[in-house]
């Protein structure tokens, strides 16, 4: 298996909170990832890193920023967490070459109140 | 921007039968990847099988096959002699060949495997 570590597992927090989720690679991979999985939309991708200090925006950005200071870490930050933002986040990580494929975290349930 | 579609909420087959996971997809790139996850009830997300919008033979591994389609944007996973422990979620999924990966999932399908 990939090595890749999410943390935390689950957590349970309260609306308007600051939320901040981790995610570890032991692979130096270039690629890391974010997404998060809803009922009926599959994952959707948040953010994502090209590498150190090198971030953009997937297709549902807001309300979420990333930090990446080191080649195995990729923080995913909720500056003010909504009830909407209730999911499982999946980390993953990917090299350069096109046909090799992405390997995900186990994920993070988050659950906001 | 691309687009994964998979119109089969949920199927249900009998052991050791074949199936055959539909999957469209949409994109103006003229290079892309083609990808396929399953997610068990456990809820990690497994790899299994990659199929390059370039790549002349429909891809294989083991018993899951790519039934690719290119001109009619299909993209089709087909499990034979399936398992109990196939039963599963199935999520298609697509990204550009160039720079990151970033991948476009479908909404997904429930694979339920009878006995």
């Known amino acids: 298996d990939a090595g890749i570590t999410q943390s935390p597992r689950h957590k349970v927090t309260e609306t308007g909170t600051p939320v901040t989720l981790r995610c570890h690679q032991t692979?130096?991979?270039?690629?890391m990832y974010w997404y998060r999985q809803d009922p009926g939309h599959g994952l959707r991708l948040i953010h994502y890193?090209?590498?150190?200090?090198?971030?953009d925006k997937g297709e549902v950005s807001d309300g979420y920023s990333v930090s990446r200071s080191k080649t195995e870490d990729f923080l995913l930050t909720l500056e003010s967490a909504t009830s909407s933002q209730t999911s499982v986040y999946f980390c993953?990580?990917?090299?350069?070459?096109?046909?090799?494929?992405?390997?995900f975290g186990d994920g993070t349930r988050l659950s906001i109140l | 921007a691309q687009k994964i579609t998979q119109t089969q909420p949920g199927m249900f087959v009998q052991e050791k039968e074949a199936v055959t996971l539909d999957c469209t997809y949409d994109t103006s790139d003229p290079s892309y990847g083609l990808f396929w996850y399953k997610q068990p009830s456990s809820g990690e997300m497994i790899f299994l099988i990659y199929q390059g919008s370039y790549d002349q033979q429909n891809a294989t591994e083991g018993r899951y096959s790519l039934n690719f389609q290119k001109a009619r944007k299909s993209a089709n996973l087909v499990i034979s002699a399936s398992q109990l422990g196939d039963s599963a979620m199935y999520f298609c999924a697509m990204s550009p060949i160039q720079g990151a990966q970033k991948l476009v999932f479908g909404q997904g399908t429930r694979l339920t495997i009878n006995p």
């Open positions: 692979e130096n991979h270039r690629y």
């Open positions: 890193s090209y590498g150190v200090k090198d971030t």
């Open positions: 993953a990580i990917s090299e350069i070459l096109s046909n090799q494929p992405q390997h």
